[in-house]
Protein backbone atom coordinates (compact mmCIF):
# COMPACT_ATOMS: atom_id res chain seq x y z
CA UNK A 1 0.00 0.00 0.00
CA UNK A 2 1.29 3.46 -0.86
CA UNK A 3 0.90 6.67 1.21
CA UNK A 4 1.54 10.08 0.21
CA UNK A 5 2.25 12.34 3.32
CA UNK A 6 1.18 15.69 2.91
CA UNK A 7 2.38 18.70 5.25
CA UNK A 8 0.72 22.05 4.84
CA UNK A 9 4.17 23.89 5.97
CA UNK A 10 6.51 25.34 3.70
CA UNK A 11 9.00 25.97 7.06
CA UNK A 12 12.21 23.97 7.06
CA UNK A 13 11.90 22.93 10.44
CA UNK A 14 8.23 22.38 10.66
CA UNK A 15 6.58 20.40 13.43
CA UNK A 16 3.96 18.88 10.88
CA UNK A 17 6.72 17.96 8.17
CA UNK A 18 9.06 16.56 11.46
CA UNK A 19 5.39 14.09 12.35
CA UNK A 20 5.42 13.20 8.75
CA UNK A 21 9.20 12.04 7.87
CA UNK A 22 8.72 10.07 11.31
CA UNK A 23 5.86 8.27 10.14
CA UNK A 24 8.04 7.42 6.74
CA UNK A 25 10.46 5.75 9.12
CA UNK A 26 7.87 3.42 11.25
CA UNK A 27 5.46 2.52 8.32
CA UNK A 28 5.26 -1.44 8.39
CA UNK A 29 6.09 -4.10 6.07
CA UNK A 30 3.24 -3.92 3.25
CA UNK A 31 2.86 0.11 3.67
CA UNK A 32 5.37 2.77 1.88
CA UNK A 33 4.69 6.30 2.74
CA UNK A 34 6.20 9.08 0.69
CA UNK A 35 6.61 12.39 2.00
CA UNK A 36 5.51 14.99 -0.85
CA UNK A 37 8.44 17.59 -1.13
CA UNK A 38 6.74 19.57 -3.81
CA UNK A 39 3.95 22.13 -1.92
CA UNK A 40 6.69 25.19 -2.35
CA UNK A 41 7.14 24.72 -6.43
CA UNK A 42 2.82 25.02 -7.20
CA UNK A 43 2.18 28.10 -8.31
CA UNK A 44 -0.91 30.41 -7.25
CA UNK A 45 -3.88 28.96 -8.15
CA UNK A 46 -5.65 30.78 -10.83
CA UNK A 47 -8.72 28.98 -12.99
CA UNK A 48 -7.38 31.05 -15.55
CA UNK A 49 -4.51 28.48 -15.90
CA UNK A 50 -6.04 25.47 -14.90
CA UNK A 51 -6.55 23.96 -18.19
CA UNK A 52 -2.97 24.12 -18.92
CA UNK A 53 -1.82 21.78 -15.69
CA UNK A 54 1.69 23.49 -14.72
CA UNK A 55 4.36 21.07 -13.85
CA UNK A 56 3.93 20.69 -10.48
CA UNK A 57 0.58 20.68 -10.60
CA UNK A 58 0.46 17.49 -12.83
CA UNK A 59 3.19 15.81 -10.45
CA UNK A 60 1.59 16.59 -7.55
CA UNK A 61 -2.32 14.80 -9.19
CA UNK A 62 0.10 12.20 -10.27
CA UNK A 63 1.60 11.24 -7.05
CA UNK A 64 -2.07 11.22 -5.49
CA UNK A 65 -3.52 8.96 -8.19
CA UNK A 66 -0.93 6.64 -7.38
CA UNK A 67 -1.42 6.61 -3.41
CA UNK A 68 -3.85 4.09 -1.94
CA UNK A 69 -4.05 6.93 0.82
CA UNK A 70 -3.31 10.10 2.04
CA UNK A 71 -1.55 11.35 5.41
CA UNK A 72 -2.07 15.56 5.99
CA UNK A 73 -0.69 16.96 8.69
CA UNK A 74 -1.01 21.09 8.28
CA UNK A 75 0.02 23.69 10.81
CA UNK A 76 -2.50 26.66 11.78
CA UNK A 77 -2.65 30.15 11.08
CA UNK A 78 -4.58 32.40 11.87
CA UNK A 79 -7.74 29.94 12.66
CA UNK A 80 -7.02 28.63 9.37
CA UNK A 81 -4.63 26.08 7.36
CA UNK A 82 -2.06 27.50 5.63
CA UNK A 83 -2.44 28.93 2.31
CA UNK A 84 0.09 26.37 1.17
CA UNK A 85 -2.08 23.60 1.80
CA UNK A 86 -4.84 25.42 0.24
CA UNK A 87 -2.96 26.51 -2.68
CA UNK A 88 -2.09 22.70 -3.35
CA UNK A 89 -5.90 21.43 -2.62
CA UNK A 90 -7.28 24.12 -4.40
CA UNK A 91 -5.57 22.80 -7.42
CA UNK A 92 -7.13 19.68 -7.14
CA UNK A 93 -11.02 20.35 -6.86
CA UNK A 94 -11.15 20.49 -10.30
CA UNK A 95 -10.04 17.18 -11.01
CA UNK A 96 -10.83 13.86 -9.63
CA UNK A 97 -7.92 12.71 -7.61
CA UNK A 98 -9.83 13.31 -3.96
CA UNK A 99 -12.87 11.27 -4.96
CA UNK A 100 -13.05 8.29 -2.44
CA UNK A 101 -9.27 8.50 -1.19
CA UNK A 102 -8.79 7.18 2.15
CA UNK A 103 -7.06 10.40 4.48
CA UNK A 104 -5.78 10.64 7.80
CA UNK A 105 -5.87 14.06 9.46
CA UNK A 106 -2.64 14.52 11.85
CA UNK A 107 -2.56 17.54 13.69
CA UNK A 108 0.98 18.26 15.52
CA UNK A 109 -0.52 20.73 18.35
CA UNK A 110 -3.98 20.40 20.70
CA UNK A 111 -4.34 24.24 19.84
CA UNK A 112 -4.64 23.75 16.34
CA UNK A 113 -8.42 22.95 15.98
CA UNK A 114 -9.57 25.39 14.05
CA UNK A 115 -7.27 24.57 11.27
CA UNK A 116 -8.29 20.75 11.83
CA UNK A 117 -11.38 21.23 11.63
CA UNK A 118 -10.99 23.85 7.87
CA UNK A 119 -8.65 21.00 6.46
CA UNK A 120 -12.19 18.16 7.39
CA UNK A 121 -14.72 20.84 5.77
CA UNK A 122 -12.35 21.19 2.67
CA UNK A 123 -10.85 17.92 1.88
CA UNK A 124 -14.45 16.24 2.51
CA UNK A 125 -15.98 18.27 0.33
CA UNK A 126 -13.52 17.32 -2.50
CA UNK A 127 -15.42 13.96 -1.46
CA UNK A 128 -12.44 12.11 0.07
CA UNK A 129 -13.18 9.54 2.75
CA UNK A 130 -11.90 10.50 6.03
CA UNK A 131 -10.70 7.55 8.12
CA UNK A 132 -12.02 9.57 11.36
CA UNK A 133 -10.45 6.99 13.79
CA UNK A 134 -7.22 7.65 11.95
CA UNK A 135 -7.15 11.69 12.57
CA UNK A 136 -5.39 12.06 15.32
CA UNK A 137 -3.41 15.13 17.37
CA UNK A 138 -0.16 14.55 18.59
CA UNK A 139 0.99 17.05 20.54
CA UNK A 140 4.64 17.62 19.61
CA UNK A 141 4.19 21.54 19.64
CA UNK A 142 6.30 22.53 22.46
CA UNK A 143 7.69 19.35 23.58
CA UNK A 144 11.12 19.70 22.08
CA UNK A 145 11.05 15.90 20.17
CA UNK A 146 13.06 15.74 17.34
CA UNK A 147 12.50 12.94 14.40
CA UNK A 148 14.12 10.43 16.36
CA UNK A 149 13.09 11.32 19.39
CA UNK A 150 8.89 10.94 17.81
CA UNK A 151 10.68 7.35 16.21
CA UNK A 152 11.56 6.12 19.37
CA UNK A 153 8.61 7.51 21.90
CA UNK A 154 6.70 4.27 22.19
CA UNK A 155 3.41 5.62 23.37
CA UNK A 156 3.51 8.14 19.62
CA UNK A 157 5.01 5.53 17.41
CA UNK A 158 2.53 3.43 18.50
CA UNK A 159 -0.80 5.63 17.68
CA UNK A 160 1.21 6.40 14.48
CA UNK A 161 1.19 3.00 13.34
CA UNK A 162 -2.42 2.54 14.44
CA UNK A 163 -3.24 5.24 11.97
CA UNK A 164 -1.20 3.58 9.30
CA UNK A 165 -3.23 0.41 9.89
CA UNK A 166 -6.24 2.10 9.68
CA UNK A 167 -5.43 3.29 6.80
CA UNK A 168 -4.83 -0.17 5.37
CA UNK A 169 -7.87 -1.45 6.57
CA UNK A 170 -9.91 1.37 4.69
CA UNK A 171 -7.93 0.17 1.55
CA UNK A 172 -8.42 -3.18 1.67
CA UNK A 173 -12.11 -2.71 2.22
CA UNK A 174 -12.76 -0.19 -0.79
CA UNK A 175 -11.12 -2.75 -2.87
CA UNK A 176 -13.35 -5.64 -2.02
CA UNK A 177 -16.48 -3.63 -1.87
CA UNK A 178 -15.09 -1.92 -5.64
CA UNK A 179 -14.40 -5.94 -6.29
CA UNK A 180 -18.21 -7.09 -5.32
CA UNK A 181 -19.39 -4.00 -7.61
CA UNK A 182 -17.65 -5.33 -10.39
CA UNK A 183 -19.09 -8.75 -9.69
CA UNK A 184 -22.73 -7.67 -9.60
CA UNK A 185 -22.26 -5.54 -12.51
CA UNK A 186 -21.04 -8.52 -14.49
CA UNK A 187 -23.82 -10.97 -13.17
CA UNK A 188 -26.48 -8.17 -14.43
CA UNK A 189 -24.89 -7.92 -17.95
CA UNK A 190 -24.88 -11.70 -18.55
Not at 30 to 44: K, N, S, T
Not at 133 to 138: L, M, P
Given at each position: MKVLAISGSLRKASLNTTLLRAVTRIAPPGIEVALYRGLGD????????????????GALREQILASDALLIASPEYAHGVTGAIKNALDWMVGNETFVNKPVALLNASPRATHAQSALRETVSTMS???????????????????????????????????????????????????????????????
Amino acid sequence: MKVLAISGSLRKASLNTTLLRAVTRIAPPGIEVALYRGLGDLPLFNPDIEATEPAPVGALREQILASDALLIASPEYAHGVTGAIKNALDWMVGNETFVNKPVALLNASPRATHAQSALRETVSTMSARIIDEACITVPILGSGLSEDDIVQHPDIKSALLAVLLLLKTAVQSAALEREKETRVSGLSNQ
